[in-house]
């Protein structure tokens, strides 16, 4: 069975960092691009960071790039967001996905806040 899920949500202080996890099991891991996505209130889920199935190329939205860092570990089978220099408008629930045989699998999401 195919699963992704995600950890390491919280609260943080502007400014500060967090380190996401996303654990993935049922499928050939090392095989398959992974992303994050993030959806805030009101807003449409978008794009954060992507990295391909050897994890040698990544991409962000100029948004995110510079202050986040996508990376995968094949062997415990989960990928990372490293967040850096967090502020307000990062404050969202944030999602791990993965599209298998046209088909996209998304986590239950881990909430980040990002307030005083």
């Known amino acids: 069975q195919v699963q992704v899920v995600e950890s390491g949500g919280g609260l943080v202080q502007p400014g500060g960092s967090l380190r996401l996890s996303c654990a993935a099991t049922?499928?050939?891991?090392?095989?398959?691009?992974m992303s994050w996505y993030r959806q805030a209130p009101g807003k449409e889920r978008e794009l954060v960071a992507a990295?391909?199935?050897?994890?040698?190329?990544?991409n962000y939205p100029d948004s995110v790039k510079g202050r986040f860092n996508i990376s995968r570990d094949r062997i415990k089978s989960t990928i990372y967001l490293q967040m850096n220099n967090l502020n307000p408008e990062d404050t969202a629930v944030y999602y791990c996905?993965?599209?298998?045989?046209?088909?996209?699998?998304w986590g239950q999401g881990t909430q980040v806040t990002v307030s005083w």
């Open positions: 990295i391909t199935n050897t994890g040698i190329t990544t």
């Open positions: 049922g499928f050939t891991f090392a095989s398959y691009a």
């Open positions: 996905k993965l599209r298998l045989l046209q088909r996209d699998y």
